[in-house]
């Protein structure tokens, strides 16, 4: 049975203020507009859909810059930024960036066999434009899965973490993640979690009890 790593991005990976400044503000003005000219598409109609509902009014645009302004990831706008962001990297407007430790720790995983995959609130296809495009190059070929809210579930949620060792058909799994109610919900399905305390990041000086903690990756 293999021996599995997952990852989280914002705060594990990367700086917080690599997605809610750099990319919030790169798709803030651009989900309006998207939306008006890929409206056709079923991906885009099905989030306008949810984001009416979940919302309970039509500003659509409103809804979601409310729902950046108060970072909540609402799977329909992860969803749309996804596409935006996807766009952003493959025309070299965007630039993935890592903490320094990250690059080779991911590197050495993978040469010592450990299997990677992503678990975030970005959808799969902004992770998979994210580690396409990164100040390394393409980190794409390190990774085996990834995993969002869609595919998986919410990150606070046991079955969430049920649902992905499923796929990954293994009981050893190591969850990494800056957000101590994230690896509360990965323990509780039997994995192993790490935190990951940041300096200087929004849950650099959060209680990880009872999760070991590390200050960087390696
Ligand atoms: C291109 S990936 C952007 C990541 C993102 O949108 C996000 O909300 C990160 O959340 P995480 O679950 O990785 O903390
Ligand atoms: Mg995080």
Do not use: C
Not at 108 to 118: E, P
Not at 125 to 147: M, N, R, S, V, W
């Amino acid at each position: 049975m293999s021996k599995w790593v997952v990852l989280d991005i914002e705060g594990t990976l990367s700086a917080t203020d690599q997605v809610l400044v750099v990319l919030y503000d790169y798709a803030r003005p651009r989900l309006g507009p998207w939306i008006s000219e890929h409206g056709d598409d079923p991906v885009v109609a099905d989030a306008v859909k949810q984001i009416k509902e979940l919302s309970g009014h039509d500003d659509v645009v409103k809804a979601l810059h409310d729902w950046m302004d108060a970072d909540q990831k609402v799977t329909p706008l992860k969803t749309l930024q996804g596409l935006i962001w996807q766009q952003g990297y493959a025309q070299g407007d965007l630039v993935a960036e890592f903490f320094p430790d990250v690059v080779p720790a991911l590197r050495k995983w993978h040469d010592d066999g450990v299997k990677l995959a992503i678990f975030s609130s970005g959808s799969v296809a902004g992770q998979i434009a994210f580690f396409k495009h990164t100040t390394d190059g393409d980190l794409t070929p390190l990774l085996e899965h990834h995993f969002d809210t869609v595919n998986a579930g919410p990150k606070r949620e046991a079955a969430s973490y049920h649902k992905i060792a499923e796929v990954l058909q293994s009981d050893d799994i190591t969850f990494y993640s800056d957000v101590p109610a994230e690896l509360h919900a990965a323990q509780e399905a039997g994995w192993k979690t790490v935190g990951v305390a940041r300096a200087g990041e929004p849950y650099g000086n959060a209680d990880f009890t009872p999760h070991p903690t590390v200050w960087e990756l390696s």
